[in-house]
Nanobody, 120 residues
Framework: QVQLVESGGGLVQPGGSLRLSCVAS????????MGWYRQAPGKQRERVAT???????NYADYVKGRFTISKDNAKNTVYLQMNSLKPEDTAVYYC??????????????WGQGTQVTVSS
């Protein structure tokens, strides 16, 4: 079973930066997209950013211009560079990979999450 392991979270002051990484324990075939989601206390999990196998990116409005998603296929890794962090960015951040079976059935992989806290 492939596992996704996130790292890079922590405590940062408002206006600061963090870089999250997510490494897959093994190569995942037939990837459709990779992405980052977050969940704040008492709130539902929400999409932050996604990147397709072709490299197209999509961002939630509340992170546009501040966050950048990227990937390194050779390293089975997806990154999230977070700049100009705000207290409202505080959440557990989850890595997600969507692939498909040979028959086209979607497969979702999730990491265990990494805590990001933005506070002075």
């Amino acid at each position: 079973q492939v596992q996704l392991v996130e790292s890079g979270g922590g405590l940062v002051q408002p206006g600061g930066s963090l870089r999250l990484s997510c490494v897959a324990s093994a190569r995942i075939s037939r990837i459709n997209a990779m992405g980052w989601y977050r969940q704040a206390p008492g709130k539902q999990r929400e999409r932050v950013a996604t990147i397709t196998s072709g490299g197209s990116t999509n961002y939630a409005d509340y992170v546009k211009g501040r966050f950048t998603i990227s990937k390194d296929n050779a390293k089975n890794t997806v990154y999230l560079q977070m700049n100009s962090l705000k207290p409202e960015d505080t959440a557990v951040y989850y890595c997600n990979v969507v692939s498909r079976t040979l028959a086209g059935t979607p497969i979702n992989y999730w990491g265990q999450g990494t805590q990001v806290t933005v506070s002075s």
